[in-house]
């Protein structure tokens, strides 16, 4: 267990669908990201918030958005779900800005798309 | 933009080492990972190098030259156990945010 924690693990649902998931990161950690993970693809950088701000944006798209809540726990939210967004999504958590310290990962969500 | 290359497979046999190399171009640079995936599980840390050298840390040794953008992960006395991809990632950010930006990945496969 590494710490941080996914919730749903498995998620299948509809095209044109909206869908909810949830990250708590380390204790401790004020820093969460999100990657997004197609099969057999690299991981391609989402979000970073930092204490309930955001941080840093990479290639998310549009349909997609993400918030920190003063828990520190964070949901990012996928909308008009295309078959595309299929993926394994993870999120990671770290003390500061992870220089030096890396990222803690999450065990996923493994989004279906159908 | 950014570039992270590695290869995207090798093979080698239990007991042997090998040796992945990475090479990034990229707008920043605040350090290096080596991270471990198996498949569908969440990657775990191995490495962080900042400065120019080798860092060892058991079967697992990484090595990085910030001039020529380079970087590689040396692994010894392979396991069957040490079948995964490995992923190459590099920092950067500045006082605003930072992201860990990824390669593609490499697959090692360890064979008898």
């Known amino acids: 267990d590494s710490g941080v924690t996914q919730t749903p693990k498995h998620l299948i649902t509809a095209t044109g669908q909206r869908v909810t998931l949830r990250c708590s990161p380390r204790?401790?950690?004020?820093?969460v990201y999100w990657y997004q993970q197609s099969l057999d693809q690299g991981l391609q950088f989402l979000i970073q918030y930092y204490n309930g701000e955001e941080r840093a944006k990479g290639n998310i798209l549009e349909r997609f958005s993400a918030q920190q809540f003063p828990d520190l726990h964070s949901e990012l939210n996928l909308s008009s779900l295309e078959l595309g967004d299929s993926a394994l999504y993870f999120c990671?958590?770290?003390?500061?800005?992870?220089?030096?310290?890396?990222?803690?990962f999450g065990s996923g969500t493994r989004l279906t798309v159908v | 933009g950014q570039n992270i290359d590695q290869p995207t497979e090798m093979t080698a046999t239990e007991g042997a080492i090998v040796q992945i190399n990475c090479t990034y171009q990229?707008?920043?640079?605040?350090?290096l990972f080596w991270y471990q995936q198996h498949a569908g599980e969440a990657p775990t840390f191995l490495s962080y190098?900042?400065?120019?050298g080798l860092e060892e840390k058991g079967r697992f040794s990484s090595f990085l030259s910030r001039s020529k953008g380079y970087s590689y992960l040396l692994l010894k006395e392979l396991q069957m156990k040490d079948s995964a991809s490995y992923l190459c990632?590099?920092?950067?950010?500045?006082?605003?945010?930072?992201?860990?930006?990824f390669g593609g990945g490499t697959r090692l496969m360890v064979k008898p």
């Open positions: 990229t707008s920043g640079f605040n350090g």
């Open positions: 190098n900042v400065l120019d």
């Open positions: 990632a590099v920092i950067i950010g500045d006082n605003a945010g930072n992201m860990l930006t």
């Open positions: 990671a958590s770290s003390v500061a800005d992870g220089v030096g310290y890396g990222y803690t």
């Open positions: 204790s401790g950690d004020l820093s």
